[in-house]
């Protein structure tokens, strides 16, 4: 299945991977389908693409890459508007704020999006507990901390090859 994006151009994903979101995303009430677009140019940063709105792509990465010791408070119920999956069957992503100046970014820790990977469907939640500042928690320390990791191991790689 195709799909046009304003971000990505015309992209070919998998109809068996749409994600179905019942109640959309804060921002994005009205758009209830979504795909996950992987970039190796922002990877570890994924896409979040609406199926039916070209112009909303929204990045995303997992929380513990930008703070290892994230917690999340999840109740029962919220799970279970996902069909309740394990802890493998579940995705746990956050969205980020990318300006211009990338040293500027930061993740909103306080409304995780949980997405259950076996039946495709996925939540946002807020948070009740999340401080003011986990709205707009800094991400590039992190970030950069990723990359230059990521480079020293592709470079002993391409030192063994």
């Known amino acids: 299945m195709n799909i046009e994006t304003l971000r990505f151009g015309r992209v ?11 109640e959309g995303i804060l921002g994005f009430e009205q758009l209830k389908r979504y ?30 890459l930008i703070k290892q010791d994230y917690e999340l408070d999840v109740d029962d119920a919220e799970l279970h508007s996902i069909g309740t999956p394990t802890v493998d069957e579940i995705l746990v992503v956050n969205v980020m704020v990318l300006p211009e100046r990338i040293q500027d970014s930061t993740i909103n820790l306080s409304a995780p999006i949980l997405i259950n990977m076996t039946t495709r469907q996925g939540r946002q ?16 320390a992190a970030l950069a901390a990723y990359y230059h990791e ?11 090859d």
Request: with cysteine.
């Open 12 to 22: 070919n994903i998998d109809p068996e991977s749409i994600l179905s979101f019942d």
């Open 150 to 160: 990521k480079e020293q191991t592709d470079a002993g790689t391409d030192a063994k």
């Open 125 to 140: 939640i807020v948070m009740e507990y999340a401080q003011k500042d986990s709205i707009r928690y800094p991400a590039f």
């Open 35 to 64: 795909a996950i677009i992987l970039c190796d140019a922002t990877e570890p940063i994924q896409w979040l693409q609406a199926v039916d709105d070209p112009s909303v792509s929204l990045p995303i990465i997992n929380p513990f």
